[in-house]
């Protein structure tokens, strides 16, 4: 029978269900997120409550005992958001604590294609997401951008856009998720923001004419003799369009 744990989608909570998945005894064990668990009759489902020295022993023991790049790697599945990831980081420590740090080199083992191919893929859509953000201001010096990315990117933008933007008030909504970077010029967090929240600040606009002007800009500036649609959706692929203002 698989044993399924369940935790509360915190990152803490993640590293307590992996503490747990390694007292179970058991090659059996999945781990689930409370937001996208779907229950199994079939399986015997645990419920995991997030205990912070449960997690901090976790993340010291890859820190100190194996290394730095594989929590990285970790935090990544984790960030990929899916049952899958959070399971497969699981066997992923289970492999490393057994043949030391250097597994991430055996580039033949199923595992480790799986973990190198996920973290890629976080990796690249933060990477883009840095050049895909648009803002609208939604009140005086407040800057509002919605976006969909497919994974939990949001705590791979804070930095660079609170060092970027370091004068301005902005929300950036992860509207799936309903969870948003603010900052306020001093500090920045992500905190939940639900979706008809940010319905209401996309919405809304104190400058609607410089979004038409900057639609205009990028029409002007197109030109239609050497557009390539191919390779422009390979540098922005197509599902990131609907939150670009220029696209629109």
């Not at 781990?31 to 010291?60: G, P, Q």
């Not at 289970?94 to 996920?118: E, P, T």
């Not at 003799?225 to 922005?236: A, D, F, S, T, W």
């Amino acid at each position: 029978m698989i044993k399924t744990l369940i935790f509360d989608a915190s990152f803490e909570g993640f590293l307590t269900a992996i503490y747990d998945s390694f007292y179970l005894r058991t090659m059996n064990v999945e781990i689930h997120s409370v937001i996208t668990h779907c229950s199994n009759f079939l399986n015997m489902e645990v419920l995991v409550e997030t205990d912070e020295i449960k997690a901090e022993k976790v993340y010291r023991s890859i820190e100190t005992k194996l290394n730095k790049d594989i929590l990285r790697q970790v935090y990544y599945l984790y960030l990929y958001d899916t049952n899958a990831s959070f399971t497969l980081a699981f066997k992923y420590l289970k492999l490393a604590f057994k043949y030391g740090s250097s597994i991430s080199l055996a580039k033949n083992n199923d595992i480790i294609i799986l973990v190198d191919k996920y973290c890629r893929r976080v990796t690249l859509e933060a990477h883009r997401f840095t050049g895909f953000v648009r803002f609208k201001e939604v009140s005086p010096m407040v800057f509002y951008s919605k976006i969909t990315p497919d994974y939990n990117i949001l705590p791979l933008l804070i930095n660079h856009f609170a060092n970027r933007f370091s004068d301005q008030n902005f929300i950036i909504h992860d509207h799936t998720r309903e969870l948003a970077i603010f900052y306020n010029k001093e500090e920045s967090i992500i905190a939940p923001l639900s979706q008809e929240k940010g319905d209401e600040l996309s919405n809304s606009s104190i400058n609607e004419d410089y979004e038409e002007l900057w639609k205009s800009f990028y029409k002007s500036t197109t030109i239609k003799e050497r557009l390539n649609p191919r390779q422009q959706r390979g540098y922005m692929p197509k599902r990131y369009w609907v939150n670009l203002n220029e696209l629109s």
